[in-house]
């Protein structure tokens, strides 16, 4: 079992930066892939960014890429989301998702792929 729990959320305005912390407690947090997904009013949950347990290979959506930058603290079983250059369409729960892998360099793209869920934060992003 493993328990994810999110932090970092808030309200920014456009062109601001926030970054989300994902805590995990239980088993080993080396053995997962992780992911941060989003999910707006209205909308399906969307894939934002992953990361392989290793750390060496990393996604991010077409609507983030250069702006957002997943990481990972394999000592401290934190994963991180750093977003810059906010949007008002970036306004989303937040959340964070653990998937086991047997490979050091694989990614989890589905959500059905994934094991254990966060709570979710919520990031505003005004106009």
């Known amino acids: 079992q493993v328990q994810l729990v999110e932090s970092g959320g808030g309200l920014v305005q456009a062109g601001g930066s926030l970054r989300l912390s994902c805590a995990a407690s239980?088993?080993?947090?080396?053995?997962?892939?992780m992911g941060w997904f989003r999910q707006a009013p209205g909308k399906e949950r969307e894939l934002v960014a992953a990361?392989?347990?290793?750390?060496?290979?990393?996604y991010y959506a077409d609507s983030v890429k250069g702006r957002f930058t997943i990481s990972r603290d394999n000592a401290k079983n934190t994963v991180y989301l750093q977003m810059n250059s906010l949007k008002p369409e970036d306004t989303a729960v937040y959340y964070c998702?653990?998937?086991?892998?047997?490979?050091?360099?694989?990614?989890?793209?589905?959500?059905?792929?994934?094991?254990?869920w966060g709570q979710g934060t919520q990031v505003t992003v005004s106009s």
């Open positions: 998702a653990a998937g086991q892998v047997r490979l050091a360099w694989q990614l989890l793209f589905r959500g059905d792929e994934y094991d254990y």
């Open positions: 239980g088993r080993t947090f080396s053995d997962y892939a």
């Open positions: 990361i392989s347990w290793s750390g060496s290979v990393t």
